[in-house]
């Protein structure tokens, strides 16, 4: 059973589009993330959620908004994609929460490869 | 701020040993080791927590010297299977909640020869 799943896999694209991740756990997590992971591997947080509120916003253009209609779901949104937007795309889920403390490490799926041409 | 990995490329023969370091200027409630291979996600080793406890895989040991924010990973008689890259993912405990955040290193990229 998959725990983290993302679609779509890959996705290549015209700059300027508006294009959409989606991610989904069943671990029964209440915390997501999604994380940019550059062509030199640097692999960098841009959000977080806990049980549909948004608790950690990085310093991310704001071209770029996330989602989270219920706990196991957390999608990205992409407007007007520009080039250095290509890289790959990993959502993220912990069971971290703020009622108690938690210390478990994050799940990832596996991953979006974003190509903008 | 980013943690500092060294070395950043370590080449081995099958069975030979490897010490991967992760090195941070904050102080840290926990330190997280994953490992990559080439177009996959990265796939967790090891937690280890301020206070000493560990939870991770049998196969695979590490440490964290709380007090120097620092944190190895200790990869004995490697296998062809121990390629790839790994990161340490740090979380800051200097006071009020992390939420979870895990600040990555820049990775250190380990290649096991036959």
């Known amino acids: 059973d998959t725990a983290v799943s993302q679609t779509p896999k890959y996705l290549v694209t015209q700059m300027g589009n508006d294009k959409s991740i989606k991610c989904e756990q069943n671990l029964g997590h209440d915390t997501m993330y999604w994380y940019k992971q550059d062509s030199k591997k640097f692999l960098k947080i841009m959000f977080s959620y806990n049980n549909k509120e948004l608790i950690i916003n990085e310093t991310v253009p704001n071209r770029f908004s996330p989602k989270s209609p219920d706990k196991a779901h957390l999608n990205l949104h992409i407007n007007s994609l520009e080039l250095g937007d290509s890289a790959v795309y990993f959502c993220?889920?912990?069971?971290?929460?703020?009622?108690?403390?938690?210390?478990?490490?994050?799940?990832f799926g596996p991953g979006t490869r974003l190509t903008v041409l | 701020q980013q943690p500092v990995q060294s070395p950043q490329a370590v080449i081995l023969r099958e069975g030979e040993d490897a010490v991967i370091n992760c090195s941070s200027s904050?102080?840290?409630?926990?330190v997280h080791w994953y490992r990559q291979k080439h177009g996959e996600a990265p796939v967790f080793l090891m937690i280890?927590?301020?206070?000493?406890e560990q939870k991770g895989h049998e196969k695979i040991s590490a440490s964290f010297n709380e007090k120097k924010q620092q944190s190895s990973l200790y990869l004995t008689a490697s296998q062809l299977s121990y390629s790839g890259t790994y990161f340490c993912?740090?979380?800051?405990?200097?006071?009020?909640?992390?939420?979870?955040?895990?600040?990555f290193g820049q990775g250190t990229i380990l290649t096991v020869h036959p």
């Open positions: 280890l927590l301020k206070g000493g």
């Open positions: 993912g740090t979380e800051e405990g200097a006071g009020g909640t992390s939420y979870g955040k895990l600040t």
């Open positions: 993220a889920s912990s069971q971290w929460t703020p009622f108690r403390e938690v210390r478990d490490t994050q799940y």
């Open positions: 904050k102080a840290l409630y926990s």
